[in-house]
């Protein structure tokens, strides 16, 4: 396929090279055109604008580092938008706001252009060796179309419907969940190193208990399917931990804000009567808050 | 050995169950007696008392529902203290406070009898399949001499040193990891949910993107070494990405408290100047609250 | 003075009441007509546009909803800019961004017009009582040749500098800090009415020890000075009683994230070798968090 | 009145010598001896354990640090209850905890004594100038007993009924106001700091509209009172501009955990559908989380 490609960092340069690699024609644009260098000597063409990029091409991947750079390059002046031809697809694989992803959708669908989104999970090693999550979202023919290019990327793809702005959401809910454990094993690592526990030796138990096991997958499943009775270990019992774990932080002299959280969830939960539930039930007392029903 | 042992629930069933079928020679005791017939019936003592089940053990092993079940079995009249004879050890494997596991290594102590902190990973399905992981602290000669029963219960084990109350510190942390979790996949599932993405696709993308790959523990390895510099993606980037996750869910109309947190730390690092490190620096954002020094 | 009135919702009108009644020669406007009715009768112009009612003023104020509908009536279409002569002033009386008080500045400026914000404390009684409190900041100038008319609407008025976004700051702040007693109040009423005491009664211990008292004043004025030594009352004592706090909620079964959060605080403040400050130096926390130093 | 009175702290020393100006016969303790000095001068008796200072005593009155001072100095060996004749009462004014509080209302009961909650409001220099606020809970007839030595240390008194543990509960709540109240100060003094605002410019601002405005006790009513409709400000808008609130935090680069808490307050309760009730109503969704049902 004729490919443009907008966007030649860390992670745009090395997903570049494997589209050329595989075969696709490419022109490329990166706002620094220095960057270009190894793939021009490749065989790839090197455009002035996004929109030189972008014409002629059945599809333009642009991989940007924020909203401004996207509004800016397909957007803007001389942007991808202006130089697409109608009928050819925009893949946008930045992660951007679900606001600016459907003002995309809407450009390009008044230009009578096609958009899909396809953000990536992985880092720039496994941007480099074909190793990126690839999650997509748009009109199923559109992204069918865009399909073999998205294989290219990485070892899997997850296709989540026709509303673009879907994969938006669901790779800044990854990145969310990448922060959440961050803040999580923060604590964790503080409390534990705080009590005199080697920080080595508290990863080995990491490793060994939560990494290895598909202990969180099974979470996930119950908070998935809402099935919160029969409880495996209970929200009482969740009550109960947590606090010992504030307790320890106490002594230890650790503040632990998101274990604070968890324990107000709990709580919660308690003293709404659902102290009998899975203590997963969380995801009930999160869901309700949001306006919710069960299923 | 000769093995007395304390609580018959979910989980210390099994694991009763199991280090009988090893060939140790049992004396249980739980305080509704009924539940100890299966173990009668596999040639299992029952007593009735938990001083009684300690009295001519060389280990006695309590895994009892919290601090004041194991207080009242342990220390209470007729408890298992007062019928440990000098020298024998108790192996405690309830997830318990630090406060009594320090005050257990006391009073056995005090007695001449020894003390290890023995609490497991792992839930009564587990315990039964002899799958759970065991994390095990206490004197080094009495943890040795307790190893082959522990060994019998799971499929690991993990020694923390010579202080009993460290293996209590660490349950507590993992369990706190799990509830964490749960939180972050609540919050998540109900932000996606908002969105109109179905949550079995949600969870395929988890499933996909995380459970099986070893991105936790990467990140639990930049925390552990305090590596926080070159960065693989920035603190600034995080906030960015942060910030669009809340903005999402104001749309949605989802309360994402942990997001919110979330987004404080990476704020408060990026005020502080450290918008470069990795986004994993939380990691010191937390440990310096918590008056931790750099390693 | 001319002046223009834009926005007769339940502040707005008896604002411009107010400055019909003192003697002014206004022109009003509002989305919805017929709300001008009042006004029309007491000798006010009803103008169809924004840009009518700007159009030969010395001033015009603004009194809207939110950003949005600002925006609309001052930089839209027949928008009080269009309509506002050289050297006239707007006064911004709305609860409004800091940004778009930073882009009214400069649409002003480029328009040799003068923007002055004027955002008011007081709800729609106290708007017709002239009980409001104002606060305004901008050029110099401008401020004194509104004054007059600012001194019309209130009891009293804070000049805060010559940076008009300053006024938006100032009052969004404000709204934060009874949003905050809110929450505070919430958590009590919660924690008290569980624990069996009557609204009224702890309504009464408010008003008498609180409310009537200058205590939050006083307070006010240690963070103000960063005079956080010596303690009144000591970090470490604070710590203890929020403690006591949570225990009680646990007690109860009322979850109290506020109080969860001023826990962290403490526990930071006391895990970094503060303690013996002031429990008032969590105002040195907050701002070292934010990346600012002591004066 | 004879009157023991145990523990001259920099609250119990004004507070003894207030009792013994007003004519009481004193006999006091403290830990460390000499504090008592000035007390002697004027006519005390000093006494050597906390039970010679309840001896014969109509009233003991003890006012110590926390509750393992309190428990020590009353329950312990040579402690107050041992002293204290039958039908005597104990009057304690320390802030402990609810259940501290519980034991010793079942202690002295037990042992045909009285005994009475008296928790004070007040720093050190209220408590020499008599202008504490005293809150009590207890018996009826003990709280009438004592209720002239109570007069005697403040400008007022608030009854809370018969149960002692009432008082501490309500003390503890008015700490944690305080505390809150810091907390929400220290993240505006931090906000407009950033935002180029002299502090002292918004102290000024903040004296002029709360300080003495009775704006505060207005929302307590509300919150007491349940009365969310109809609104005078709505959730919605309280969700604007706390919102704005963040963006001005973000812009200046200030962590707020208050306002991020507040904004899923604000955004939970329009999730369920109450976006329209007055901004207050953050009452009714603390209140519901904790199990409380609508009066």
Known sequence: ?????????????????????????????NRTQAKAGPLREKGARVANTPAE?????????????????????VLGKDGAHAGLGKGAV???????SVALSEKLTEAHASAGQGYVSAPVFGRPEAADAKQLWVITSGPRADVERVRPLLEVLGRGLTVLGEKPSAANVVKLSGNFLIASMME??????????????????????????????????????????EKYSPPGFTMKLGLKDVGLVLDAGRGAEVPMPLASLLRDQYLGGVAQGHGDLDWSAIGALVAERAGLKKR
């Not at 090395?14 to 075969?23: C, D, Q, S, V």
């Not at 925009?90 to 951007?96: F, G, L, Q, R």
Request: hydrophobic share 55%.
């Open 1 to 29: 396929m004729k490919v443009g490609f907008i966007g030649l960092g860390n992670m745009g340069l090395p997903m570049a090279k494997n589209l050329l690699a595989a075969g696709h024609e490419l022109t490329v644009w």
């Open 53 to 73: 990029a972008a014409r002629g091409a059945d599809v333009v991947i642009s991989m940007l580092a924020d909203d401004h750079a996207v509004q800016d390059a």
């Open 90 to 96: 925009h893949v946008s694989s930045s992660t951007i």
């Open 184 to 225: 999580a094993l923060s604590e964790a690592f503080a409390l534990t190193r705080k009590s005199g526990i080697e920080p080595k030796l508290f990863l080995e138990v990491f490793q060994s208990v939560f990494a290895r096991a598909p202990i969180f997958e099974r979470y996930a499943q119950l908070i998935a399917e």
